[in-house]
Nanobody
Framework: QVQLAESGGGLVQAGGSLRLSCAASGRAFGTYVMGWFRQAPGKARELIAA????????YYTDSVKGRFTISRDNAKNTVYLQMSSLKPEDTAVYYC????????????????WGQGTQVTVSS
């Protein structure tokens, strides 16, 4: 079974940057669409960014467009989320997720999530 392990969360001041990483186990990483979700206190978990198998296609929710960048390195079985111009409203637990092989970039396609990493943005 594929395991997803996030790292890179922490406490940062508003306007700062963080880079999250997600390492995946197994040999099929290159067949999964990968994504990042987040869940703020009292809110539902939401898909904020996704990237296709070959990195040609990406998706961003409106609230992070222009500030966050998703990327992947299939040789390293790793997906990244570069976050810049962070705002207090970005405070949440961030989860890495994958689809079934050759899935789509839609939120409903994701089938497995990591344990999450906390990101806290202070004002």
């Amino acid at each position: 079974q594929v395991q997803l392990a996030e790292s890179g969360g922490g406490l940062v001041q508003a306007g700062g940057s963080l880079r999250l990483s997600c390492a995946a186990s197994g040999r099929a990483f290159g067949t999964y669409v990968m994504g990042w979700f987040r869940q703020a206190p009292g809110k539902a978990r939401e898909l904020i960014a996704a990237i296709s198998v070959t990195s040609v296609n990406t998706y961003y929710t409106d609230s992070v467009k222009g500030r966050f960048t998703i990327s992947r390195d299939n040789a390293k079985n790793t997906v990244y989320l570069q976050m810049s111009s962070l705002k207090p409203e970005d405070t949440a637990v961030y989860y890495c997720a994958r689809t079934a092989p050759y899935g789509t970039l839609s939120e409903s396609a994701f089938v497995s999530w990591g344990q999450g990493t906390q990101v806290t943005v202070s004002s």
